[in-house]
């Protein structure tokens, strides 16, 4: 995360720098797959991630009505592809966020809009650069084991499951709903209730997970929020901040699995410098996030009442 920030920043181009972060998301999939098997599956997830990018540039260029819908599409159609075939953590969020940031920072309206073309290239670029830092344990013989196993037998089917079926339902539940209450609440970032929604929910049809990763997901983001407003009075170049975001990613890395809303004091900060990069930043930022996250993880919450039962 921090090495393209740095490198773009130390040659001028700090006004994109911060954009080209989000490639690092690829790489955060797949974390139980051997090396050599990581990188055949990372450019999958790269494909997808630019793709879902893409329509969101798409969406912005026609209006408000085709991000909304977008947002839905991309939303299920995410977890159709992640939930359908066993990808596991961290489930369909990073599709869905990169989608909505995709279509917030090129919007015509935006305060400091981005070229579509200009981003998609700093994007496409950036997931390349994931993918090399994926290969990179190759370079040692002891990393290269055996012969991968095939994508197919990986990540196998798992559409005829009960709970596979009901975390899909989850999500269109809470991408329908999020995108229809934004409307009253904070049109411009749809996004961030269906993405806090959709990290409540996980990869896990349990109730008790959903309601711990919802209180989690409100306290986390309002104390994440308290730390972006300081760090961001502090005047921070572009290089200091690229090295800021890979420490935030580094953190984040360590404590997410072990307490969830420890992660959250890291995560938000490290989110909303990459928003800043495409608009006003500042208390009202951190503001509208708090209040979207809480709308999105009370979603995801209520959200785990849904089973759809078993065919059997």
Do not use: C, K
């Not at 990169?98 to 070229?115: K, M």
């Not at 986390?220 to 009075?233: E, F, H, N």
């Not at 608009?279 to 995801?300: F, K, M, Q, S």
């Amino acid at each position: 995360m921090a090495v393209p920030v740095v490198v773009l920043s130390a040659v001028g181009l700090e006004g994109i720098a911060l954009l080209a972060a989000t490639g690092a998301f690829a790489t955060l999939y797949g974390g139980r797959l051997t090396p050599r098997e990581r990188v055949g599956f990372v450019p999958v997830v790269a494909g997808v991630l630019w793709s879902s990018a893409a329509l969101g540039v798409v969406a912005a260029a026609v209006g408000p009505i085709a991000i909304a819908v977008g947002l839905v599409v991309v939303a299920v159609a995410a977890s159709v592809l992640v939930f359908g075939r066993s990808v596991g953590p961290p489930g369909p969020l990073f599709i869905v966020l990169i989608y909505g940031l995709s279509a917030h920072v090129t919007a015509p309206e935006a305060a400091h809009a981005v070229e579509p073309v200009l981003y998609l290239g700093v994007l496409a670029a950036s997931l390349a650069f994931a993918w090399l830092v994926t290969a990179a344990p190759l370079v040692r013989r002891s990393h290269r084991g055996a012969r991968p196993r095939p994508l197919s037998a990986l990540f196998p089917s798992a559409f005829a499951e009960a709970t596979t079926r009901t975390l899909i339902v989850r999500t269109a539940a809470i991408a329908v709903v999020g995108t229809a209450v934004s409307l009253l609440v904070d049109p411009e970032r749809a996004y961030w209730i269906v993405g806090a929604g959709v990290a409540v929910l996980g990869v896990s049809a349990s109730r008790r997970v959903a309601l711990s990763r919802g209180i989690h997901r409100a306290l986390g983001t309002a104390a994440g929020a308290a730390v972006y407003l300081v760090i961001s009075v502090v005047p921070v170049g572009g290089v200091a901040l690229g090295l800021v975001l890979g420490v935030l990613q580094f953190v984040i890395e360590l404590v997410v699995v072990r307490h969830y809303a420890l992660a959250l004091v890291f995560i938000t900060p490290l989110v909303l410098l990459i928003l800043s990069a495409a608009g006003a930043g500042g208390p009202e930022l951190a503001v509208e996030r708090v209040i979207d996250t809480v709308v999105g993880a009370a979603l995801g919450t209520v959200s785990s009442l849904i089973v759809v039962r078993s065919r059997r």
